[in-house]
T-cell receptor, first 112, second 118 residues
Framework: SQQGEEDPQALSIQEGENATMNCSYK?????LQWYRQNSGRGLVHLIL?????REKHSGRLRVTLDTSKKSSSLLITASRAADTASYFC????????????FGTGTRLKVLA | EAGVAQSPRYKIIEKRQSVAFWCNPI?????LYWYQQILGQGPKLLIQ????????DSQLPKDRFSAERLKGVDSTLKIQPAKLEDSAVYLC????????????????FGPGTRLTVL
C-alpha cells in the first residue's frame, strides 16, 4: 500500500514561478526523502529530511517536515522547463530497515 | 562512477509467457531493491536484498514472481507466468548502507524495464 500521498496530483506553472507540492503520510517515520522522475527514466534522489529536522535547503529546493501533521512540502523556486517531471516522497518507517514506501507522486509541468 | 544498469529496457510478451529482468547495482552497494511501478503510480517495493539475503519480500507475488541475487552482486527478477496486470516498469535500485542512530540511505535507481503483457 502507498504510505504517502502527494498533493496536487498534477501542477502546471510558468517558468520562473515557484512550485509547491505536498506529501502526507500515515505512520511515524524515521526520515523522508524526495525523488524526481523524468518521463521514462529512473528516479533521482533530491533531498532527505530526518524526523528531528523541520526544514532543509538544497539549491532551489526547500523541504519542510511537520511530524505533528504527518506532512512534508517540497518547494522549487524559480522553476525551469527542465524541472518538468514527477516528484515522489518516500518515507522510512523503521530505522535500520531501509525500507522506503513511495507516495503517488505529483506531475509537474513547467511551461516555457 | 557507473550507475545501476538494467536490461532489457523494453519487453513485450504474451500473457502466460515467462520473462526475466537483470540488474547490476553500483559496485560496493550492499542493498538492492526491485520495485514495480504501474503507470500513474509510485514505485511499489517487491523485494529487498542485503548482500545475497532477502530482507523483505512481503509484497512479492510469490506464486509467479521470483528473484535472486547470487554472490551479492547482480540480481534477476522473473515472472512466470505473466498476467496482463503485470504490465509496468520494473525498477532496480541499490544503496550503500550507513548504519547507526542517524541511519538513512539514498537509493540510486536504474532506468527501468518497461514490460507490456498482451
Amino acid at each position: 500500500s502507498q504510505q504517502g500521498e502527494e498533493d496536487p496530483q498534477a501542477l502546471s506553472i510558468q517558468e520562473g514561478e515557484n512550485a509547491t507540492m505536498n506529501c502526507s503520510y500515515k505512520t511515524s517515520i524515521n526520515n523522508l526523502q524526495w525523488y524526481r522522475q523524468n518521463s521514462g527514466r529512473g528516479l533521482v534522489h533530491l533531498i532527505l529530511i530526518r524526523s528531528n529536522e523541520r526544514e532543509k535547503h538544497s539549491g532551489r529546493l526547500r523541504v519542510t517536515l511537520d511530524t505533528s501533521k504527518k506532512s512534508s512540502s517540497l518547494l522549487i523556486t524559480a522553476s525551469r522547463a527542465a524541472d518538468t517531471a514527477s516528484y515522489f516522497c518516500a518515507t522510512a518507517a523503521h530505522p535500520g530497515t531501509y525500507k522506503y514506501i513511495f507516495g503517488t507522486g505529483t506531475r509537474l509541468k513547467v511551461l516555457a | 562512477e557507473a550507475g545501476v544498469a538494467q536490461s532489457p529496457r523494453y519487453k513485450i510478451i504474451e500473457k502466460r509467457q515467462s520473462v526475466a529482468f537483470w540488474c547490476n547495482p553500483i559496485s560496493g552497494h550492499a542493498t538492492l531493491y526491485w520495485y514495480q511501478q504501474i503507470l500513474g503510480q509510485g514505485p511499489k517495493l517487491l523485494i529487498q536484498f542485503q548482500n545475497n539475503g532477502v530482507v523483505d519480500d512481503s509484497q512479492l507475488p510469490k506464486d509467479r514472481f521470483s528473484a535472486e541475487r547470487l554472490k551479492g552482486v547482480d540480481s534477476t527478477l522473473k515472472i512466470q507466468p505473466a498476467k496482463l496486470e503485470d504490465s509496468a516498469v520494473y525498477l532496480c535500485a541499490s544503496s550503500s548502507l550507513r548504519s547507526g542512530p542517524r541511519s538513512y540511505n539514498e537509493q540510486f535507481f536504474g532506468p527501468g524495464t518497461r514490460l507490456t503483457v498482451l
